[in-house]
């Protein structure tokens, strides 16, 4: 096994529009997702994604790397976006912060240790104020429960 890794990324709107080629991963083992950039999912796009996925060849180790926050929400509605050998890496946390109103993401990886408390305050990176979790730690990490 030559252990290569493809990786891939994923911008903008993920809509009905949204063309998801077959990729050719004959020559790679693993296959890495990069959602960062993902702006907005629509229902249909959600459609798209699910057969996208499911058409990876499961010998092939798949994995989401900086899942946004719009991702996240969509995994805890349908969890078929991420079957159970999709890996998830790493996702977005949101923060805001009350004094400046600076809305941002830290990013959370996801191992063995996850869930851990979840850091419900950080430093602001846009003031010296402090931000707080912008979400319901319950909600919004649901999945990790129902994936464990
Ligand atoms: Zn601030």
């Given at each position: 096994m030559s252990g290569k890794t493809l990786s891939l990324r994923m911008a903008g709107r993920l809509?009905?529009?949204?063309?998801?080629?077959?990729?050719?991963?004959?020559?790679?083992?693993?296959?890495?997702?990069?959602?960062n950039e993902l702006s907005n999912i629509s229902s249909q796009g959600v459609r798209t994604w699910i057969q996208w996925v499911d058409g990876i060849d499961r010998k092939k180790t798949v994995s989401l790397v900086n899942c946004p926050k719009v991702f996240v929400n969509m995994l805890n509605l349908v969890h078929d976006i991420a079957?159970?050998?999709?890996?998830?890496?790493?996702?977005?946390?949101?923060?805001?912060?009350?004094?400046?109103?600076h809305a941002f993401c830290e990013n959370l990886e996801l191992n063995e240790h996850t869930p851990k408390p979840i850091v419900e305050f950080k430093p602001c990176n846009s003031c010296d104020g402090t931000a707080e979790l912008d979400t319901l730690p319950e909600k919004y990490f649901r999945f990790l429960k129902e994936r464990a």
């Open positions: 809509s009905e529009d949204a063309q998801l080629k077959a990729i050719d991963l004959s020559a790679v083992d693993a296959i890495d997702i990069d959602l079957p159970p050998h999709v890996k998830i890496k790493s996702i977005g946390v949101p923060y805001f912060c009350t004094k400046c109103g």
